[in-house]
């Protein structure tokens, strides 16, 4: 079976009433759902319906993950706020606490909300857009299970650790800059295994702290503990990993230290030998852009920017430079009116969790 495109209609319907039959308010539901599709929509679908299952449905009946979110604010200042998720649905502890920074933002220019004791929030750039959408600048960050080795280091210590930002612009798309502080992640390298491809030099060190290429044995390595990730940059200070390295610290120290919650070692997801809930922390920044020179003076500026970047000298042989967020857009109006395509193993996926939680109402276009 090839990939089999499913329409949005389907794909909203049948991800919102699987969660709820394994225990998610509907109205948490929806907000699961749209993180998720979300994701898919912008043509990331490492992080869409691919991780449904696996990520998120697995995981609440393993008993590692609530599907009733008890978000508790711990601790309030007017500006800021520090939540205890309770181990429940990252993508609704993430929507509530951007929407409280948001809030925090309208009446005092800025808001920040830390999180503790939270689950994966699916992608990062979904609380950002938040904010853009708000006529805002939207940060945020979530620490992981450790991935990364420290420049020097050959141990997992820090997760991928995303740092995310996004700002309107006067364009059709806003700025989204959502990625990984690591070099690659393991999706990219399963990728070269599946094609036979090596992975290149520099981005994954060995115990011995060598260069590790061979695709298939570094999937088995980093579940060993024998391989991990290099920073952004790479290995060693040659490219610049220690920029990598600082940026995934400084999510980890955000992601942890405001708010007193786990970090590196403590985030593996396995205690004596067996799952346990990951306590992932994260945080959320709104910057009102009201709160200084207005938000049209801000979003032709930042057009501005945009389209200067667009328009500069092209290497030869390329015949489009690109902005974050536009390439996201692209993909969005490819999919918009058809819907998104599913690979073999999700539609797999999908069967199983239909059947096992009696959704037969769905009946979908691969069968």
């Not at 990728?191 to 994954?204: E, K, L, N």
Request: charged fraction near 20%; charge should be negative; proline fraction near 4%.
């Amino acid at each position: 079976m090839a990939k089999v495109v499913v329409d949005w209609k389907t794909l909203y319907s049948f991800v919102e009433d699987a969660f709820v039959e394994v225990g998610v308010p509907r109205e948490d539901a929806k907000i699961c759902a749209d993180v998720l599709l979300e994701s898919d929509k912008r043509g990331i679908e490492s992080h869409g319906v691919n991780r449904f299952k696996p990520i998120y449905i697995d995981r609440i009946n393993i008993g590692i993950q609530n599907p009733v979110t008890n978000f508790e604010i711990v601790r309030e200042t007017p500006t800021t706020a520090v939540v205890d998720g309770h181990d429940g649905m990252g993508q609704v502890i993430g929507y509530k606490s951007m929407s409280m920074a948001i809030e925090k933002a309208k009446k005092y220019g800025m808001g920040m909300v830390a999180v503790r004791n939270s689950c994966h929030y699916g992608i990062a750039g979904y609380y950002t857009s938040m904010a853009s959408k708000a006529g805002m600048i939207g940060m945020t960050g979530t620490n992981a299970r450790p991935s990364i080795a420290p420049t020097f280091g050959v141990e997992n210590m820090l997760g991928t650790n995303p740092l995310t930002i996004g700002f309107p612009t006067d364009e059709d798309f806003d700025f989204n800059l959502d990625c990984a502080t690591s070099i690659t992640q393991r999706g990219k390298i399963e990728y070269y295994a599946r094609v036979g491809q090596d992975t290149p030099a520099g981005m994954v060190i060995g115990r011995n702290g060598k260069a590790l290429t061979d695709s298939p044995q570094i999937l088995v390595d980093l579940t060993t503990a024998n391989a991990a990730l290099a920073p952004l940059g790479g290995i060693g200070e040659d490219l610049a990993g220690y920029k990598g390295y600082g940026y995934a610290t400084v999510v980890e120290v955000l992601s942890a230290a405001l708010q007193q919650g786990n970090f590196l070692k403590m985030l593996t997801g396995k205690k004596d030998g067996k799952d346990v809930p990951y306590h992932l922390g994260h945080f959320f920044i709104a910057i009102d852009t009201e709160a200084f020179m207005g938000l049209e003076a801000f979003k032709k500026t930042a057009g501005d920017i945009m389209r200067a970047l667009r328009a500069s000298e092209k290497a030869p042989g390329e015949d489009h430079i690109f902005t974050a967020g536009e390439k996201e857009h692209l993909v969005w109006l490819q999919r918009k009116d058809s819907g998104v395509p599913i690979n073999e193993a999700v539609q797999q996926e999908f069967v199983e969790v239909r059947n096992s939680l009696g959704l037969n109402q769905y009946k979908f276009p691969w069968e």
